[in-house]
């Protein structure tokens, strides 16, 4: 076992007893120190002692951390690095006062992170409004982007042709987009736009309609994939999309986790492996969608099966004997894997299912100290 990857593994794991976690801080690499400084679960005492690392992805770490001490986060708001003053900048135990100064940061990197942090209060929104270009566009896609906002962005003419394009891109893709801004986006008729639009689930149906319609003589399928994967798409495009000739449009149809079961079963019987795969990763499928693709030939649909969070207990106790150890890993990394079940993984001949179970939330102390002995 290799004893510096399973340590990363188990680093990674937000759901580690505190005591592991210290543990683990001693005498690392800086790859496994990163992973602890951005768990958090890792104690406020050893993120103090990380904020020191000369390694500034660790301190970055520990920037972005909710567990981080407000004294850390004072003096890393002032660090040399824009990486890690970025990481203060998004964390949301930030307090105000730091916000206002990071929101005037000298670094335009820090400010972009700001931008689109959806914590980041109003009045900071506003003054990040009236930025270079470059802030403009992150600030278009903040989930929080007050309505005022999205009026001046979409109206901004001032910023050269590429840069004013990907505002609106990325007010497109912006779930908080007011109606009026997404309809008067669709009528420009920029691709790129479009494309956003038709992943966007606050769309509007019609426009999805709109943009599904397959009558024309040139049909967009990057755009039809993008409305078929939309989870506020009507069920009736749905249908017809799922039997479209295109498999990254049935594909699309089969990994959207609201389209309806009944449609999920045709699609388990689809001739394209991809399509099958989609299906079996989507948590909607019924247990029988999933009880007949854990028979799949194909490794990589059984695959999909065995990391779906909905599989049944009995399921995946099955599938926990599958003769392919990467099906077996991801019994071990499941989250719906009943504990009796990662025990017995746990003596896998297999490393990569033991590193897999390294990873699981539900793992405990005494399946991490046999981890470690192995």
């Not at 003054?127 to 600030?139: E, I």
């Amino acid at each position: 076992m290799p004893i510096k990857f399973l340590i990363t593994c188990l680093c990674d794991n937000v759901c580690l007893p505190t005591l592991v976690l210290i543990y683990q801080s001693e005498g690392v690499k800086v790859s496994i120190k990163s992973s602890l400084a951005f768990n958090p679960s890792t104690p406020a005492g050893i993120l103090a002692s990380m904020a020191k690392d000369p390694d500034e992805y660790v301190r970055r770490g520990v920037a972005c951390n909710p567990n981080t001490t407000l004294s850390v986060i004072e003096v890393l708001s002032e660090d040399s690095a824009p990486f890690v003053r970025g990481g203060v900048s998004i964390n949301n135990s930030t307090p105000l006062a730091l916000l206002k100064k990071l929101c005037k940061d000298k670094d335009e990197s820090v400010r972009i992170e700001f931008a689109k942090n959806p914590e980041t209060p109003q009045e900071l929104l506003n003054v990040l409004a009236g930025d270079v270009a470059n802030v403009r566009v992150s600030l278009a896609t903040n989930p929080l982007l007050p309505k005022n906002l999205f009026s001046k962005l979409s109206a901004d003419r001032e910023i050269a042709d590429y840069t004013h394009s990907e505002v609106r891109a990325g007010l497109a893709k912006n779930k908080s987009a007011p109606t009026e801004v997404l309809y008067e986006l669709a009528t420009e008729g920029n691709h790129d736009v479009m494309m956003d639009l038709a992943i966007n689930e606050a769309c509007p149906t019609d426009l999805l309609t709109q943009f599904a319609d397959t009558s024309g003589e040139v049909l967009n399928m990057s755009l039809l994939r993008c409305v078929a994967g939309n989870p506020s798409c009507p069920t009736e495009i749905l249908v017809t999309l799922s039997k479209h000739w295109d498999e990254g449009i049935r594909r699309s149809v089969a990994s959207n986790d609201f389209t309806p079961t009944e449609i999920l079963e045709e699609l388990s019987k689809d001739i394209k492996v991809g399509v099958r795969c989609s299906v079996a990763f989507n948590k909607s499928a019924s247990r029988e969608v999933l009880t007949q693709l854990s028979l799949d030939k194909r490794e990589d649909v059984r695959y999909g099966v065995a990391s779906n969070r909905s599989l049944s207990p009995d399921l995946l106790a099955q599938m926990a004997k599958d003769k392919k150890e990467e099906i077996r890993a991801a019994i071990a990394k499941n989250p719906a894997t009943p504990f009796e079940i990662l025990k017995t993984l746990s003596d896998d001949k297999s490393e990569t299912v033991r590193i897999a179970l390294a990873g699981n939330p539900r793992i405990t102390e005494e399946l991490i100290t046999k981890l470690m002995r192995k």
